[in-house]
């Protein structure tokens, strides 16, 4: 059973930026494409990124040219940086192995002067 562990967000101010970390505990290479989804307050939870073993990359048009997500492979580890945050990007981030039932728990991060 793998196990994602999500480390990073917190309180930013509009225009600023977070890092967030989602860890697994095994080859997160095996898990094959890794995404970024969130949930903000009284919405469904929606897709914000995708990033595969090869790297190539794919937005939600909401986020594309603010948010770079990467991995490392070698480190067993997938990256969302978020840069140019607005209140709108508020919620629960959470990781996922994307084709497979692998979550991570979540992280709060939240945009607010």
């Known amino acids: 059973q793998v196990q994602l562990a999500q480390s990073g967000g917190g309180l930013a101010q509009p225009g600023g930026s977070l890092r967030l970390s989602c860890a697994a505990s095994?080859?997160?290479?095996?898990?094959?494409?890794m995404g970024w989804y969130r949930q903000a307050p009284g919405k469904e939870r929606e897709f914000v990124a995708e990033?595969?073993?090869?790297?190539?990359?794919n937005y939600t048009p909401s986020v594309k040219g603010r948010f770079t997500i990467s991995r490392d492979n070698a480190k067993n580890t997938v990256y969302l940086q978020m840069n140019s945050l607005k209140p709108e990007d508020t919620a629960v981030y959470y990781c996922?192995?994307?084709?497979?039932?692998?979550w991570g728990k979540g992280t709060l991060v939240t945009v607010s002067s």
């Open positions: 996922k192995a994307r084709f497979m039932n692998y």
């Open positions: 095994g080859s997160i290479s095996s898990l094959g494409t």
């Open positions: 990033v595969t073993n090869g790297g190539f990359t």
